[in-house]
């Protein structure tokens, strides 16, 4: 038997939304789709407060087994920080990861530095430690200086949107903004 299957697209918070109103409607589900939907905003407008001083800057690293690539503001992590006001070290890109050596890094030299892990959270955890230590570069890194390293959980941060985001959104908050 064939199953017919469509593609949502969960590649930014605002598609994300998008989607979930049109499966609200084709499951006559809007009053549902609606409430999550205002869900999201309410958060991001609470965790905005905390939003105080200048904006930070912030590099996204998305980890693959054996490399990196870096996150734009136009990947789901980089939506989620523009969201909340932060400012990515990668601007006027459309795609969203792209590769750039670490001189070309540290002349953006971000206040944060987030590290996302795909595919072998464990292994790539350990390659960011072992680049991190034996690249000599990254302790020049303010971010380094000022230990603001972050690892994501991959669970909520991944190439793509989930329905995790609140979550995601508040753990990035005290991240980008910390009390």
Not at 119 to 145: C, S
């Amino acid at each position: 038997a064939q199953v017919e299957a469509s593609f949502l697209d969960f590649t930014n918070l605002q598609s994300m939304k998008q989607e979930m109103r049109s499966l609200g409607e084709q499951f006559d589900r809007k009053e549902q789709a609606e409430q999550l939907i205002a869900n999201y905003d309410a958060k991001i407008a609470e965790l905005k407060q905390r939003a105080t001083g200048e904006a930070p800057t912030v590099m996204i690293l998305m980890g693959v087994p054996g490399s990196y690539l870096v996150g734009t503001e136009n990947s789901y992590i980089g939506d989620l920080v523009k969201q909340l006001g932060g400012l990515n070290l990668v601007k006027d890109s459309d795609v969203e990861y792209i590769s750039a050596n670490t001189e070309y890094l540290h002349q953006g030299n971000a206040d944060i530095i987030l590290r996302a892990a795909h595919g072998m959270p464990e292994e790539v955890i350990q390659m960011f430690d072992e680049e991190f230590k034996t690249n000599d570069i990254w302790k020049h890194f303010k971010a380094v200086q000022n230990e603001r390293v972050y690892d994501l959980p991959e669970e909520l941060f991944g190439t793509t949107g989930n329905m995790a985001v609140e979550e995601a959104l508040e753990m990035l908050a005290d991240m980008l903004y910390p009390n």
